[in-house]
T-cell receptor, first 115, second 114 residues
Framework: KAGVTQTPRYLIKTRGQQVTLSCSPI?????VSWYQQTPGQGLQFLFE???????NKGNFPGRFSGRQFSNSRSEMNVSTLELGDSALYLC??????????????FGNGTRLTVT | GESVGLHLPTLSVQEGDNSIINCAYS??????FIWYKQESGKGPQFIID?????DKRQGQRVTVLLNKTVKHLSLQIAATQPGDSAVYFC?????????????FGSGTQLTVLP
């Protein structure tokens, strides 16, 4: 069974631009979560989607948004990029978001560098 | 908000020895805990989990201990191997019903010495 796939692996953008990251969950998984990982802040929760609906959101500004498609694939978008948005963005999927029965499985992330 | 923290940022052990990685959590409402391993250039990999109604759970070469009294979690790795070198994160899980999210600790870098 293929794991969580994130594309692209690396991105370089300039301040003010916007970026879209893509995530394909494990087949059959309906919940997709996004996390930001930086050396200073560690792993921080961005949001979680289930059946095309955002169920939970972390403490990030509105420049960070996401969506989920009917095939459970998900995208996240960051608008008006800032230098501080440079990070590894991780996508994780689970069967239904209920961690008791389905732990999160992470992809290898997209490394975003903002210059 | 409350957060999960780790006692030691780095840990070096000899190959073959046992490793113990510690984690303190602060949210008494957390009822599910997970350990992840992250190797360089990869995403976190699930190792083992434990629910709050348990105090010990064993996997292959790994054991997780949970002490709810002092809000402490530990990961024990038996006969540590070079492939165990990685950053280890504990994470706590809480939230109503399906709206769960993970809060991660800051991570411990485990280095296995030859």
């Amino acid at each position: 069974k293929a794991g969580v796939t994130q594309t692209p692996r690396y991105l370089i953008k300039t301040r003010g631009q916007q970026v879209t990251l893509s995530c394909s969950p494990i087949s059959g998984h309906r919940s997709v979560s996004w996390y930001q990982q930086t050396p200073g802040q560690g792993l921080q929760f961005l949001f979680e989607y289930f059946s095309e609906t955002q169920r939970n959101k972390g403490n990030f500004p509105g420049r960070f948004s996401g969506r989920q498609f009917s095939n459970s694939r998900s995208e996240m978008n960051v608008s008006t990029l800032e230098l501080g948005d440079s990070a590894l963005y991780l996508c994780a999927s689970s069967l239904n978001g209920d961690s008791y029965n389905s732990p999160l499985h992470f992809g290898n992330g997209t490394r975003l560098t903002v210059t | 908000g409350e957060s999960v923290g780790l006692h030691l940022p780095t840990l070096s052990v000899q190959e073959g020895d046992n490793s113990i990685i510690n984690c303190a959590y602060s949210n008494s409402a957390s009822d599910y805990f997970i350990w992840y391993k992250q190797e360089s250039g990869k995403g976190p990999q699930f190792i083992i989990d434990i629910r709050s109604n348990m105090d010990k759970r064993q996997g292959q070469r790994v054991t997780v201990l949970l002490n709810k009294t002092v809000k402490h979690l530990s990961l024990q790795i038996a006969a540590t191997q070079p492939g165990d070198s990685a950053v280890y994160f504990c994470a706590e899980n809480y939230g109503p019903g399906s709206a769960r999210q993970l809060t991660f600790g800051s991570g411990t870098q485990l280095t296995v010495l030859p």
